[in-house]
């Protein structure tokens, strides 16, 4: 199944973000299940925030692969949502 991971960063944490940004795309690359991913940006084209895209077999899944992110381990993440999404088009 396909799952939107949406996460906000919390106000004033770019630092953290960059800090945390190599082990993030590590983990994004060592577990497979990313079919797109990229950040958010704000009005001054900084980066925010997370949208990824997985493809795993479950929420239960999808929670685990967004617990064991790095950035959410940094504590970078103000809100972090999980959908079931469906490709339409692309």
């Known amino acids: 199944m ?11 944490a770019l630092q ?18 990313v079919a797109q991913a990229g950040p958010l940006l704000d009005d001054a084209g900084e ?5 990824v895209i997985l493809d795993v077999a479950d929420m239960d899944a999808a929670r685990a692969w967004a617990d064991g992110d790095p950035y959410a381990k940094a504590g970078l993440f103000d ?3 999980l959908t079931a999404w469906k490709k ?3």
Do not use: F
């Not at 396909?2 to 106000?11: C, E, G, Q, S, T």
């Open 47 to 51: 980066m925010a925030g997370s949208l």
């Open 79 to 81: 809100s972090v949502e």
């Open 2 to 12: 396909l799952v939107a991971l949406i996460a906000k960063d919390k106000p004033g």
């Open 16 to 33: 953290t973000r960059k800090d945390n940004r190599e082990a993030h795309l590590a983990y994004i690359e060592e577990t497979g299940v």
């Open 88 to 90: 339409v088009i692309g």
